[in-house]
């Protein structure tokens, strides 16, 4: 870990040379997902906060909003693009309210190509399939991305939501820089074939919803703020009695946190940063004092017995409901066909 402005450290992210902020910034929730987008001068304010603090690795996609969430980070950048690493990702579409997933050439290059303007910049610096598009050979998809590192549009590749084996077929056609995964004290399946085949092959692993998209930072309580349009009101996790079963996971964080001098938070955040230098935590927040304090978890240190308490108390038994219901696709869902078989589109 390398020295970065207000203690925020750098780290290498993947081995093709990018390098980001030891945390990084999940930017979905200022525009979509959880709620009514937030006011946009606040928002660009705390992004312009994030980067003079050293969180310098800014993450949205083409879908948040869909679109606006780009578009928010082209105003925000306006002077200090070379000061922040930049991520984004294609590979939902909605159509006629639809979710579609797509990773046909055509499609990655005119995402490519639309994301540049939104975002107003010449390059993007980590470009992620958010989804894997099951009916296209991986290789594919890889084909075209390599074409666009080629052409310099982007700089380095990533993956979201990838098994272990479509990683490595990815990353046998171009290296792969990140893999991003849900990766929490409570969503840890991750860990078993996904996370040591990004290590063994040196990809970097990006891990979102780090504090559980809230449910660490502020207990069962959350469900009764949620408003209307946010998308965890129809997450199996976050339904009322699947939020009372998994209550006493948060009290019992919450009471080491005490202990710790910590919130809650932080402690949650910490668990992952103590996973390994090549693992990058991007919390999602809109709130100033929110993003400072989770950048307090970077002072957090835990002990491997501290590490095995935490755990248990969210063994995979322990925790109820799934992180998505049943028409999102996941890593489970992401075997594509063997280029071999494949006639074109
Ligand atoms: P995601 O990656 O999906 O954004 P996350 O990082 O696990 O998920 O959690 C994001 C949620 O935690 C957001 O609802 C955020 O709310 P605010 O925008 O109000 O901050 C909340 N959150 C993040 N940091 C927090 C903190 N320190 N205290 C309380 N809530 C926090």
Not at 60 to 79: H, M, Q, R, V
Not at 246 to 273: D, R, Y
């Amino acid at each position: 870990m390398g020295s970065g402005k207000g203690g925020v450290g750098r780290m290498k992210l993947g081995s093709q040379g990018l390098e980001v902020s030891v945390q990084g910034l999940g930017c979905m929730g200022m525009s979509a997902f959880y709620g009514p987008p937030k006011p946009e001068p606040d928002m660009i304010s705390l992004i312009h906060h994030a980067v003079r603090s050293g969180v310098t690795f800014l993450d949205t996609s083409d879908i948040y909003g869909p679109f606006t969430n780009e578009l928010l980070l082209g105003k925000a950048l306006k002077g200090i693009r070379k000061d922040v690493e930049l991520a984004t990702k294609f590979g939902i579409s909605f159509i006629e309210g639809n979710r579609v997933i797509r990773g046909d050439p055509a499609y990655v290059r005119a995402s490519c190509e639309a994301s540049l303007k939104r975002l107003d910049v010449d390059c993007i610096d980590l470009y992620y399939q958010h989804r894997i598009d099951t009916r296209i050979p991986i290789e594919i998809t890889i084909g075209e991305l390599k074409k666009l590192v080629e052409e310099g549009k982007i700089k380095y590749i990533g993956l979201s939501e990838a098994s272990a084996s479509t990683i490595r077929r990815a990353h046998a056609i171009h290296p792969i820089t990140a893999v991003q995964l849900e990766w929490s004290l409570w969503t840890r399946d991750v860990e078993e074939e996904i996370v040591p085949t990004c290590r063994e092959l040196g990809i970097g692993i990006v891990a979102y919803s780090p504090l559980g998209r809230g449910f660490f930072s502020s207990g069962p309580k959350m469900i009764d703020n949620l408003s209307d349009g946010d998308f965890r009101k129809i997450l199996p996790r976050f339904q009322a009695e699947n939020v009372e079963h998994n209550a006493h996971i948060f009290e019992c964080v919450n009471e080491m946190a005490t202990k710790k001098g910590c919130t809650p938070s932080q402690l949650a955040l910490a668990w992952v940063h103590h996973q390994g230098s090549d693992v990058c935590p991007i919390p999602g927040t809109t709130k100033i004092e929110n993003f400072n304090q989770n950048i307090g978890a970077l002072s957090v240190k835990l002990t491997p017995e501290e590490m095995s308490e935490l755990e248990s108390f969210a063994s995979a038994d322990a925790v109820k409901g799934d992180r998505y219901g049943g028409t999102v696709s996941t890593w489970k869902e992401s075997e594509t066909p063997a280029l071999s078989s494949w006639k074109g589109e």
